[in-house]
């Protein structure tokens, strides 16, 4: 069985690559599903279209996919308490002209 650390550095390898593109992202409600090797979580950034969006997925360590799971919009409000955190990936520029892919 893999640990949870490893499945969280395999998920950042997959993940980091496709959330670069919504910097600045936050990473909340995380869950280990250790028997699955897996990890669900939801990314929270400001889409260009939408506004505020919190995206899930869910990572298989075993077969390397990192799937998305549905997006919901978020408050304003309920952005702005996500922002109080550290981002899990940080913006160096804010609002990539040709980004958010979908």
């Known amino acids: ?3 949870a650390e490893t499945i969280l550095q395999r998920r950042d390898a997959k993940a980091k690559s496709h959330l ?3 910097a600045p992202v936050w990473i909340v409600n995380e869950t280990i599903i250790a ?3 897996a990890v669900q ?3 929270v ?3 260009n ?3 505020w969006v919190s995206r899930r997925y869910r990572y298989d360590s075993f077969n390397d996919v990192l799937y998305f799971k549905g997006q919901v919009l978020l408050s304003e409000d309920a952005a702005l308490k996500i922002q109080e955190q550290e981002p899990y990936i940080a913006a160096q520029v804010s ?3 040709n980004a958010y892919g979908g």
């Open 45 to 47: 950034f400001q889409h």
């Open 1 to 3: 069985m893999t640990s």
């Open 41 to 43: 979580f939801e990314a």
């Open 20 to 22: 670069t593109q919504y």
């Open 35 to 37: 028997e699955d090797e």
């Open 49 to 51: 279209l939408y506004g």
């Open 95 to 97: 609002d990539i002209p």
